[in-house]
């Protein structure tokens, strides 16, 4: 079975400043979907990039990016710039083929002004 | 475009009382839906997901039930509520392996 570690449970950054949150996965599978969630206090999950385990190229959505090792099976997500509107907890997700889609524990981001 | 729409999106219960939470998805056909419970700081749970009318996959055997009546509605329930089922319920979609899966708003459920 696949999981998902994410080994920060909180972290904290000043705002305008770059963070990093980790996220590592376990599988056997060679072709899968990565995937780092936000949740703000209003609780509503919000997707906020996502990487296809065949492509080389790390994902980027405006001030998000991954960095992603397939072959150490890590997936970390780089916030540049952070805002105080990046204050959520943050979810990592591994998706297999049959749409299994496993999360990590989460880790609680709190950008300071 | 898709929408999901969960409500009610907040109910307290007595312990003992039923349970229906309803989720609908509006502008696709034939997705796959998703229940997860979220305790308090913690992370998500699936319960169960459905992937066509009347098809139920439960991943964890406990107080609750899911229902498929209609290809967009997936209804939660419950006969009689526990302390234990207390939490953030989430519902969720989607058609396609890479694209992920997309939320409703949630619905926190506090049993006293």
């Known amino acids: 079975a696949q999981t998902v570690t994410q080994s920060q449970p909180e972290m904290s950054v000043q705002e305008a400043e770059t963070v990093t949150l980790s996220c590592t996965y376990d599988?056997?599978?060679?072709?899968?979907?990565l995937f780092w969630y936000k949740q703000p206090p209003s609780r509503q999950m919000i997707l906020v990039i996502r990487?296809?385990?065949?492509?080389?190229q790390n994902a980027t959505e405006n001030r998000f990016s991954v960095n992603f090792q397939k072959a150490a099976k890590s997936f970390s997500l780089k916030i540049s710039d952070s805002q105080l509107g990046d204050t959520a907890m943050y979810f990592c997700?591994?998706?297999?083929?049959?749409?299994?889609?496993?999360f990590g524990a989460g880790t609680r981001l709190t950008v300071k002004p | 475009s898709q929408t999901i729409h969960q409500w009610p999106a907040t109910l307290v219960q007595p312990v003992g009382s039923p349970l229906s939470l309803e989720c609908t998805v509006e502008?696709?056909?034939?997705?796959?839906l998703y229940w997860y419970r979220q305790a308090a700081g913690r992370g998500l749970q699936l319960l169960f997901y459905?992937?066509?009318?009347?098809?139920i996959s439960s991943e964890v055997p406990q107080n609750l039930s899911a229902s498929r009546p209609q290809d967009r509605q997936f209804i939660l329930s419950s006969k009689k509520l526990l302390l234990s089922d207390s939490g953030f319920y989430l519902c969720?979609?989607?058609?396609?392996?890479?694209?992920?899966?997309?939320f409703g708003s949630g619905t926190r459920l506090t049993v006293v």
């Open positions: 969720a979609w989607n058609l396609q392996v890479n694209y992920g899966y997309t």
């Open positions: 599988t056997s599978e060679n072709n899968y979907y």
């Open positions: 990487q296809e385990a065949y492509k080389q």
């Open positions: 997700a591994f998706m297999n083929n049959n749409n299994d889609m496993r």
């Open positions: 502008g696709t056909s034939n997705p796959n």
């Open positions: 459905s992937v066509g009318i009347g098809q």
